[in-house]
């Protein structure tokens, strides 16, 4: 008999969604573009970089047919900063997210354009790209374009593939050793592990029904879900049982004061 799974997702299952995630690469050799499941991949031309989904960034770094360009958030600078803000500036509180794109379409905010698709000419496939409306993982917070100090959703998934299978352009591109990067990043995983279950301890207070998750990373959630719902069971259990306590305690008294009564009404019929 099959054992029943988890709720959640495994490491392995968040770090695969998160091969989906946007990196830059620096061709070293053409390639004409791919039609894929979420679109044609752009064309590469050495030396001009381009965006590609991580899994193929990957495997075009296996095969030596170009190099990844780490994202600004990854370099040790960055990492010491986001550090210092968890720990020191905001203890209690996770480091914001990136700032999502500004999109280009205001006057129908209701309608967006399939990247590549339609008619015409590269000028007008241009402005369908400025006004697509992107979500994660199709944001540009993995690639080279994503602003420093601040962690993506697949910060901690992107980093792990990046070292371990592009260590040396990593080291090249940030001008430090990839133990460096690696020390600081489990640096910043334990102190974020430490706040995730220290903000547990905050649910009994606000009646066990809110704890912010933003800046929350996918790996931490899919880590943590059993230990918060673990928690938010358990206080709701608590709370359940002074709520009955406190139910049979006023049923107790509201029996002694009827007893009382009867017991005086009989006296006044003696008298």
């Not at 706040?195 to 029904?209: I, Q, Y």
């Not at 928690?231 to 004061?257: L, N």
């Amino acid at each position: 008999m099959a054992m029943p799974l988890p709720p959640g997702l495994a490491h392995s299952e968040v770090a695969f969604l998160a091969e989906m995630e946007l990196v830059t690469v620096v061709p070293r050799q053409r390639l004409e573009s791919i039609d894929l499941l979420g679109g044609a991949t752009p064309p590469l031309r050495p030396p001009h970089r381009t965006d590609l989904p991580l899994w193929l960034a990957l495997l075009l770094k296996k095969q030596r047919r170009a190099n990844i360009v780490p994202p600004h958030w990854l370099h040790p600078s960055s990492l010491s900063e986001i550090i210092h803000h968890e720990t020191k500036v905001n203890p209690k509180a996770f480091s914001a997210p990136p700032p999502t794109p500004v999109r280009a379409d205001t006057h129908n905010p209701g309608h967006a354009h399939r990247q590549g698709s339609g008619g015409g000419g590269a000028q007008q496939q241009q402005q369908q790209q400025e006004q697509l409306l992107l979500s994660a993982p199709f944001r540009a917070s993995c690639t080279a374009d994503a602003p420093a100090g601040y962690l993506p959703y697949h910060w901690l998934e992107v980093a792990e593939s990046l070292l371990a299978h592009a260590g040396d352009d990593v080291a090249s591109a940030l001008g430090a050793s990839a133990g460096e990067v690696r020390g600081l990043l489990r640096d910043l995983v334990e102190v974020r592990a430490a706040k995730m279950r220290s903000s547990t301890a905050d649910l009994e207070e606000f009646g066990g029904g809110l704890m912010s998750m933003r800046g929350v990373g996918a790996v931490e959630l899919a880590e943590s879900r059993g230990f918060v719902l673990g928690v938010v069971d358990g206080v709701r259990k608590v709370g359940a049982s002074a709520e009955a306590v406190r139910r049979e305690k006023e049923e107790e008294e509201g029996e002694e004061g009827g007893g009382e009564e009867g017991e005086s009404d009989e006296e006044m019929g003696i008298f």
